[in-house]
């Protein structure tokens, strides 16, 4: 590719980034305020948008846009022409909420983009059917019906059941993929299919009898978490060394986090509010999620904008900071220890900040070794 058309796809693709990272510093700062940190708010009902600023928002936009990616070069005519319509109505649903529209726009925008996302992945299944493509077609399913439910004015812990299972089928999905070089048997994919199967269950289940729905899907998650530990090929890869043990290190201890919030859904799955409800969210939303995150960014990042990134050992700062907060945030939630869950909360935001400033900082390092050679 030139750079000339490398310059063009970034320039193109930069603004759904833009609006993505705006979604998320809101909802950083929005969550940090429902902590009791007396900060102002950007606008008077940004504290109730935290959880669609940092799902529907952030990660459902970024998520769209990594999709449109992959599929522009494997498509020709009007797809190649429509493949950035769903991270556009994703984008601007985020900035309505971001100055504080708050009517059935924005989240119908939201709900229209994670359509979008559906179709864009049954187009990909189309074209390569298999198990993970209908994985992650699945995850983005529940992702739109997360957005439906919110727009219908569902009650919040019903709402987001659903955006759980997008993160967690999309993550799951994305690792079944890699798993195909380890050459897994029958039963270990059976294993996989029942995990999720029990998962799905609870959510489905979770909309008459919201206990027993997330006890159900805590389950499995519990179920899907050791599948990841068990069978996930990061086990062979964490001897190597530089980015390679690093993803590995990160996806390994973000199976973790999944695995604890299934043990704390099993036995607090009843909670719709308070600690313990924090406590489920967070293992999953931050433990599980950026590190996964953390773990792929230095992957993708070239690939979507086509700006190259350089690993540096400093990577391990922001994932070390994002466990020790969290560990801290989450044992202050389950002891009802005020200062430790508010002070883990900061040092979470911490986190994420220095996972930016890590990763513009390495691909500025890469610019440098591209222009010396």
Known sequence: MNIENAKTQFLRRLPFLIISILALLA???SGL??????????NPTLPMDHGPLMVAGFLGTLIALERSVALEIMVSGVWKKLVYLPPLLSGVGVLLLLVGVQNWVGPLLLLLG??????MLLKIYLLHPVLHSAVIGLGAVLLAMGNLLWLLGAPVPNV???WAGFLILTIAGERLELSRMLVLSTLSRWLFVISMIVFLTGLVLGQVNYA????VAGLGMLALALWLLRYDIAWRRIKAGGQTRFIAISLLSGYVWLLVAGVLAVFYGGEISGLKYDAILHAIFLGFTFTMIFAHAPIIFPVVL????TYTPWF???LILLHISLILRVGGDLMAIGWARQWGGLLNAVALLLFLFNTIMSSRLAGKDDGSN
């Open 306 to 309: 086509r700006v190259p990134v």
């Open 27 to 29: 909802g950083m700062w």
């Open 114 to 119: 994670s359509i979008g996302l559906v179709l």
């Open 212 to 215: 027993l729905g997330a006890r």
């Open 316 to 318: 391990y700062s922001h």
């Open 160 to 162: 987001v059941l659903w």
């Open 33 to 42: 305020i429902r902590l009791g940190w007396a900060w102002p708010p950007l």
